[in-house]
């Protein structure tokens, strides 16, 4: 996916939150995710590693783990293929793929190497080209769809940096779908809708859908025609999916016309969080081909799709937009297990042993870090509390207690962790034993 947009111009100006400056957000009733994600142990930054360079700490790495293997197990369900590629390419890749001369601005500068200059990619684009291009591909093959949850580079100005909705080393959920002409819009309507299902798992909703169009000017690829195809194919996709969207010019990436899911804040403020792009650009200036059923070499068309887009802004609207309280199945604690004394430790143990032989992640907050009360407290964002009492262990049960404030009877422990991790491989918002 390549959301990029003309040199001068942020990577697109739809990724920078509406309504107030960057680095100026004023406080509100929503959740900060820059305050609360480092109260909560999730990422940090530092001076001496940079600014725009956040690191993730063991729970927020939890977090990032969780996500990006929930995407690369939908996306293998949904017929992609998973590949990896470096982060660095020579400055000539990018010369043919056009970023040098419409985005090089906001790449990091070129580096000397052996006589050469590389640098460091500000998409992944041009590589999943390559990809392609490394072996011959019939028809038959097509659609072929390429994913990849890599990392990539943009030289953004220290004024725009913010949280993990700005940063300088992103890691992207990306793909591309080399397809024929007739499989176009069908590819890109499947795609969107994989965009609405994820959105359900992660409890979160699209703002609204926006057609993403050229502006004037002469920094897009001159070639009107395509343009228009490439539009027109869009315009398709989104009737034919039933959504309502609003065209906007001036927010297209530089080859090619793109719809961009938006999310809000709780304070409205907008961003791209999805896309789904029809480009008939690369694909001409890598010279792709493919051996059609009249043996002939055809051009494919090359769908850019991302479901979630940059893994740190989706995170940053995860904690924004549940206030830390993450969907079950993605918490970095699914359970709080909380021995009333001392005298039930050793079955504390043992249940969040049992946890983790199903995955499940559990953490035991024991009497030495407070009343009961207090630790309960303390735990209310794990989605379930597991309560152990002298009764729960003599009978080999628990009692849980619910994030939403529900209390349940103590109940057979096999039976309890059976529903609450077919819950959470279901990826349910909430686990209900």
Known sequence: MCSEKPRGECPGASCRPRGHPPGDREETAMHDHRKLGRELGLFDTDPLIGAGLPYWLPDGAVVRRTLEEYIRTTERRAGYRHVYSPVLGKRELYEISGHWSHYSDDMFPPMELGGEQVVLRPSLCPHHAIVYRSRSHSYRELPLRLAELGGMYRAEL??????????????????????????????????????????????ISAARYRLSLPGPGGKYVDDPGMWRKSTALLTEVLERSGVPYEAAEGEAAFYGPKIDVQV???????????????????????????????????????????????????????????????PAWLAPVQLAVLPVSGAELPDAEAFARQCADLGLRAEIAGPERGTLGARIREARLAPCQAVIGAREAAEGQVALRLRDGTRLEPRPVDRILAEIAERVVAHGIELRA
């Open 158 to 203: 220290s004024g725009v940096l913010g949280g993990l909705t700005r940063v300088r080393s992103i890691q992207l959920n990306d793909a591309h779908i080399f397809c024929t002409p007739d499989q176009v819009t069908e590819e890109a309507r499947a795609a969107l809708e994989l965009i609405g299902d994820a959105y359900r798992a992660l409890g």
């Open 264 to 326: 809000a804040d709780g304070a409205g403020r907008e961003s791209t969080l999805s896309t789904v792009q029809i480009d008939f650009h690369q694909p001409v200036r890598f010279d792709l081909r493919y051996i059609g059923a009249d043996g002939a070499k055809h051009r494919p068309v090359m769908v850019h799709r991302s479901i979630i887009g940059s893994v740190e802004r989706a995170v940053a609207h995860l904690i924004e937009v549940h206030g830390g309280a993450l």
